[in-house]
Structures are given as structure tokens and as C-alpha cells.
């Protein structure tokens, strides 16, 4: 074999074998999973997992606007021994001091989903289970995409807004049921005109569908000690 040729088999297997490894194996592994049914003797509970599904649609929006270059939604397993559930609001147990920290992602969290987006920087708080802490009410997810420097509290975020994808329109009637409403105490310029109001398009209604469908931190079957589970 010449040197040229050892060197490009070289190059190809230092490359080829890593990516096959890392990259192809487990692509291949992660589209067989299927949905899969818990025992109950096993894992303490009934039902399936995955019990719900991301929004697809507004999965999309989410992509395309590059939300993913500042949140994750990937749960490191955590370390810190100190004070197990020292976290508020990461997971389904919204409680003020949680009983157990929240599990960290598995694989199967994404089942079904065509493109994960794990997310590239945590610049903002990671979202995998956001649809457990969301405020109550669409609006104030809809205001915080709009304005997210609208609260006294967040005038330091650095979260751009998405108010394009909001509608500024001249009230008609009583005006839609869907406006947004904005805080008495909100910057003026954040506001629309006096006449106006701002409505979401459908993009933004199915990015609020989306984030009020992330909730990553249901039990995996087989990997959960029943007692947990309860
Ligand atoms: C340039 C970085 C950046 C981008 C891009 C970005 N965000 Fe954020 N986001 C932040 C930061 C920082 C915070 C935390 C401060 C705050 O609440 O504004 C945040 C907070 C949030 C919150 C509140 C999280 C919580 O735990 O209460 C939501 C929801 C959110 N972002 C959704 C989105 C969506 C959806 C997109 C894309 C349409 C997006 N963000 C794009 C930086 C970003």
C-alpha cells in the first residue's frame, strides 16, 4: 500500500469508525423505539410511555425562529448532592422544595420526534419540561414571546422578541378575544398604539401549543424503582 493510500484509510477509518459508533448506530437504535406499555408490578404504575406527545407543528416554528440557539431541553444528570430536588419547577413536582431533584433526559424522550433540538447554548432556562411550570394562562407565554422584557422583573433578559410573529391591527367591535393584554406598568413603546391591538398568528399559537406540550419527566419503563414511581 502506498503512503497516499494509508493515509487516506487512515483518515477514513479515524473518522468513518467514530461516526458510525456515535452517529449511525444510534440513529438506527433511537427510530426503532416504539411506545412501550409499564408493568405494574415492575414500575409501580399503568398507563404508556410516552404518555404525551411534543406539537409537531409548532415544534417547527420553535426550529425555524432558532429558539434552540439559546434553550436546551436536555437534563444533565446532576452531581450536586446537595439537598436532592433543590430545584423548583423543573419537573411535574411544582411544589416549593421538591422531593426529588429532576431525572435527568434519557433517549426516549424524543421518541417520535423527527429532529430534537437538545439546543446549542443555555443562555435561557432549559425547557424540557416547561409545559409543567407555564403560567396558567396562554397570554402571558403569548406577552413573554412578544415582550420579553414586558415584567419589572425581566427588564435584563436578553431574549429577543418574536413580534413578528404577532399582528398589530386596528380594533374592530369590542375587538378580538385573543389580543394580547399588557401590564399597566409595561414600557409605552412595547405597547401598541392607542386603537390597536396585537393578535397571534396561527405560528404563534402553535409555538404556545408546543411549549405547553414539553413535559419530559415521566418514568421510563424499566428504569424506574417503583417506589418513585408512586
Ligand atoms: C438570545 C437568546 C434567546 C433566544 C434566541 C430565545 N430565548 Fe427564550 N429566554 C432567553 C433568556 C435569557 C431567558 C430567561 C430570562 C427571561 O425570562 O426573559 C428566556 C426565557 C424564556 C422562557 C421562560 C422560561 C421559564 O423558565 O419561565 C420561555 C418560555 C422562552 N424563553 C421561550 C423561547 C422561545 C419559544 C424562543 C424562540 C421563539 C426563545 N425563547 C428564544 C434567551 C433566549
Known sequence: MTGSRKFLFGLAGAFGVPWLLLVIIPVIKAQKLTPEAYDKDRDGIEGVYPSTSIDRQGQLVYISEGCAQCHTQMIRPSFVGILDGWKKGWGSDQSDQPKHAVRPSKWEDYMGEPVAPLGIQRNGPDLANYGYR???????????????????????????????????KAIEGNGSSHALEFPEDMAKELKPKKGF?????????????????LKKDAPVPGEVVAEDAK
Open 134 to 168: 407555564a403560567p396558567k394562562e396562554r397570554a402571558a407565554i403569548h406577552l413573554k414571546l412578544y415582550a420579553p422584557r414586558a415584567s419589572k422583573t425581566n427588564a435584563w433578559s436578553m431574549m429577543p422578541s418574536y413580534r413578528h410573529l404577532y399582528k398589530v
Open 197 to 213: 391591538e396585537v393578535v397571534p398568528t396561527p405560528a404563534a399559537e402553535q409555538l404556545v401549543d408546543y411549549l405547553l406540550s
